[in-house]
């Protein structure tokens, strides 16, 4: 690393010096104000120990024109005169650490292992932001269609007050990337965004995943855990299919709602957590309460502001999008895809999409990868869209895959699935004949987009 060491004694900055050259870094020294400014000002530097005496001057006034100039230093500050209420000073204006005199060779290798740490994770987050950039196309937040530029909109508003908001909309329609996007938008956006699928759990282990729990509270309790609502402090926690949430959290998520507070399972403190709350459903929740089966308390409490994504089959902006995906996918895979045919344009526009923004997402993919030419046609498409059967409803529609057909496990899984879906009237009766629990095939319906 490079080290900038700015002290007005120069038995301290030799002393340093020595420490670093050791340890195989490059070191420059100031030993005033107006010195250290000059140096930050050619760049470089990786980590700046700043004393705060330096004649006259604070060293803590250094920071504001350090990070000015370099603004991923880390600054650490010395002193032989260590109160709390400098180094509460010194983190306040941005300070990395605080090392009071007389300090040991090893405790400053040790914070220069911290800032080496940090920096890797830094750099590790970046990197996989990129990935992650390349590899998943950028949520549109506004849009052409009026019932989606309404639904946005609503929720840039929604996001600078602290009121619940529940997103509803068919499943695929973006109601998490809806969700992420009002964080984002939100004044807690530098705060942690946490997701709790409320569906992918049983009653007991979903509490503990929002409350946390105490060690011995269950069997495989080895340990204190803290919960997705601690986890959250500061930012927003996302409640996703809050309408699949079991009847005995209900009053649980209530009294947190209205309180902010809770308490760990097999535990009696109670704690408090500064979190905003964000929730979706897919579900009919009016009727649940009708049916009882969903707190009208609850439904109240969750539904202040109320955000509705329309179906893809409602929207007018399906070509825009469509092509969209296409050039995202074309530049992905490095091929020169132009255009959709005419045909295969015609068969989306006439398909329900009942798997709304995911069908159609992992639709183009595919269709980028299969074509051979510059243009996605008809045969590119999955047989459901480019050769629908007469009368195949959203929930009929599937492709045409038979056992013992020259496809792939994967395709036969989901065939079966999609078909066992349309042809019960429950999740929990479908998950029942496929001999899987509800978590499980909530997993799949998302991995198959279905
Ligand atoms: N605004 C958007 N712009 C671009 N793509 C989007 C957008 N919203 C959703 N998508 C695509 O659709 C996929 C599904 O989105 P998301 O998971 O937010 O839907 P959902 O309504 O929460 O689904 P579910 O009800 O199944 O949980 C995303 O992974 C993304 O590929």
Redesign the pocket.
């Given at each position: 690393m490079r080290i900038l060491i700015v002290d007005d004694e120069p038995n301290i900055r030799r002393t340093l010096r020595a420490t670093f050259e050791v340890g195989g870094h490059a070191v420059e020294e100031a030993g005033s104000v107006p010195a250290a400014v000059a140096a930050a000002g050619k760049g470089g530097f990786d980590v700046a120990l700043v004393d705060v005496r330096l004649g006259t001057e604070s060293g803590l006034d250094l920071i504001e024109p350090l990070l000015a100039h370099l603004p991923r230093l880390a600054i650490v500050i010395i002193t032989a005169h260590a109160t709390i209420d400098l180094a509460v000073e010194a983190m306040r204006r941005g300070a990395f650490d605080f090392l009071p005199k007389p300090f040991t060779p090893a405790q400053v290798r040790a914070i220069l292992e911290r800032v080496g740490r940090l920096r890797g994770l830094k750099d590790r987050v970046a990197d996989l932001e990129d990935q992650v950039r390349a590899e998943?196309?950028?949520?549109?937040?506004d849009s052409p269609d009026p019932a989606t530029r309404r639904a946005f909109e609503l929720a840039r508003r929604a996001a600078q007050a602290e009121a619940a908001v529940l997103v509803r909309?068919?499943?695929?329609?973006?109601?998490?990337?809806?969700?992420r996007?009002l964080h984002a938008w939100s004044k807690r956006a530098q705060g942690p965004f946490v997701t709790v699928s409320c569906p992918s759990l049983s009653a007991e282990l979903l509490e503990s995943e929002l409350f946390g729990h105490v060690r011995g509270a269950f069997t495989s309790a080895v340990r204190d855990a803290a919960g997705k609502v601690s986890v959250a402090e500061g930012g927003t926690l996302f409640l996703?299919?809050v309408g699949d949430l079991p009847t005995p959290l209900q009053p649980k998520l209530l009294r947190f709602l209205q309180e902010r507070k809770y308490e760990r399972v097999g535990d009696t403190a109670t704690r408090a957590a500064d979190v905003r709350i964000v929730a979706?459903t897919?579900r009919d929740l009016e009727a649940a309460v009708a049916a009882g089966t969903f707190r009208e308390d609850l439904f109240y409490r969750l539904n202040v502001v109320e955000i509705h994504?329309p179906p893809l089959r409602a929207r007018t902006d399906l070509p825009d999008?469509a092509d969209r995906l296409l050039a995202f996918f074309a530049r992905q895979t490095g091929r020169r895809l132009t255009r959709f045919t005419d045909e295969a344009r015609a068969a989306m526009t006439r398909h329900p999409w009942p798997g709304?923004?995911?069908e159609?997402?992992n639709t183009i993919e595919r269709g980028a990868i299969l074509a051979e030419g510059p243009e996605v046609g008809l045969a590119d498409l999955p047989d459901r869209i480019a050769s629908p059967r007469a009368g195949a409803g959203p929930s009929a529609a599937g492709d045409r895959v038979e056992v013992g057909a020259q496809v792939s496990l994967d395709r036969l899984e989901e065939a079966h699935i999609r078909r066992i879906l349309g042809s019960t009237n429950s999740r929990e009766e479908a998950a029942h004949i496929l001999g899987i629990d509800p978590s499980t095939l909530y997993r799949k319906?998302?991995q198959f987009g279905l």
């Open positions: 998943i196309p950028e949520a549109e937040l909309g068919e499943s695929g329609t973006g109601k998490g990337v809806l969700a996007a996703d299919e979706a897919n994504l999008l709304n923004l995911r159609l997402r319906r998302k």
